[in-house]
């Protein structure tokens, strides 16, 4: 055997020997991935409060043989338009349905809505109009009056991205989430939800108000009557002073 056919055969079993490393090398299962490792323990990274657009709709139902608005209905347009004025951030869009059985008396109610609205505070160039399909023609179909404002949310909520139990990822065994004093995913997100949907004013979240002047005058008197050291306290009626809860019975 020459030395050219002996480095042919070592250069072959090399080569072999390679594609056979990288076959097992592919074959190997890999470490389970902790998809939960890296989320923050704290409910409030975990479940952040954001503010964002969203739109706030009214939907007014006429008759096909009537057109106008009933009390209640001109109570809620009116209530609408200063809402408007207080949180709006864009135009009212007023759709009206088309080729429904009410179309006609939808379109006579729009002279009354718009009256309303400017009665409220919301001038016409702020005000846009727009017809939407009824789907079903022999259905009646409501006028929509939206509008954009800044509103707080959170979640979604009801997410178990991991087991809180024992569980076992390929050959590896994994302990109770709570033996290892972390929280569980979904902890605090109905907090958090219940909070951004109970706030009056969104921009609360981002900044305090300016705080509203002093009361002068209740403030004078509370400090004359502590210079001639008298009590500084409200008034209080006998049935505050004795503890009873009401003057019924003995």
Same mark, same amino acid.
């Given at each position: 055997m020459?030395?050219?056919s002996?480095?042919f055969?070592s250069g072959?079993?090399s080569?072999a020997?390679?594609?056979?490393? #990288?076959?097992?090398a592919g074959c190997?299962t890999s470490?389970?991935?902790?998809?939960?490792g890296s989320?923050?323990t704290d409910y409030?990274?975990?479940h952040p409060?954001r503010?964002a657009?969203?739109?706030?709709t009214l939907?007014?139902l006429v008759g096909s043989g009537?057109?106008g608005?009933?009390a209640?209905q001109?109570?809620q347009?009116?209530a609408?338009?200063? &809402?408007?004025?207080r949180?709006?951030?864009?135009?009212i869009?007023?759709?009206?349905?088309?080729?429904?059985?009410?179309?006609?008396?939808a379109r &006579?109610?729009?002279h009354?809505?718009?009256s309303l #609205?400017?009665?409220?505070?919301v001038s016409?160039r702020a005000t846009?109009?727009?017809?939407y399909?009824q789907?079903?023609?022999?259905d009646?179909?409501a006028?929509?009056?939206?509008? $954009?404002?800044?509103?707080?949310?959170a979640?979604?909520?009801g997410?178990?991205?991991?087991?809180m139990?024992?569980?076992?990822?390929?050959?590896e065994?994994?302990? #109770?989430?709570e033996s290892?004093?972390e929280p569980y995913?979904?902890?605090?997100?109905?907090?958090?939800?219940? #909070?951004?949907s109970e706030?009056?004013?969104p921009?609360?979240l981002?900044?305090?108000?300016?705080e509203?002047?002093a009361?002068?005058?209740?403030?004078?008197t509370v400090?004359?009557k502590?210079?001639k050291?008298? &009590?500084t306290?409200?008034?209080t009626?006998v049935?505050?002073s004795?503890g $009873?809860?009401s003057?019924?019975?003995?």
């Amino acid at each position: 055997m020459n030395s050219r056919s002996v480095e042919f055969r070592s250069g072959a079993i090399s080569f072999a020997m390679l594609g056979l490393a #990288l076959f097992l090398a592919g074959c190997q299962t890999s470490d389970p991935i902790d998809y939960t490792g890296s989320v923050p323990t704290d409910y409030r990274d975990r479940h952040p409060i954001r503010l964002a657009d969203k739109e706030r709709t009214l939907q007014i139902l006429v008759g096909s043989g009537r057109a106008g608005l009933t009390a209640t209905q001109r109570a809620q347009v009116a209530a609408m338009g200063s &809402d408007w004025r207080r949180e709006g951030t864009g135009y009212i869009v007023i759709e009206t349905p088309a080729r429904a059985v009410n179309s006609r008396a939808a379109r &006579d109610t729009i002279h009354e809505i718009k009256s309303l #609205l400017n009665f409220a505070g919301v001038s016409p160039r702020a005000t846009k109009f727009r017809t939407y399909d009824q789907p079903y023609r022999d259905d009646l179909g409501a006028i929509r009056i939206s509008y $954009k404002r800044i509103a707080a949310e959170a979640g979604p909520c009801g997410q178990w991205p991991d087991n809180m139990g024992p569980g076992v990822v390929g050959r590896e065994r994994y302990p #109770l989430r709570e033996s290892l004093n972390e929280p569980y995913y979904n902890f605090g997100c109905a907090t958090q939800r219940n #909070l951004a949907s109970e706030v009056a004013n969104p921009e609360d979240l981002i900044q305090p108000r300016a705080e509203t002047p002093a009361y002068a005058e209740r403030r004078q008197t509370v400090m004359d009557k502590y210079a001639k050291g008298q &009590d500084t306290a409200s008034q209080t009626t006998v049935v505050q002073s004795t503890g $009873k809860a009401s003057n019924v019975g003995p």
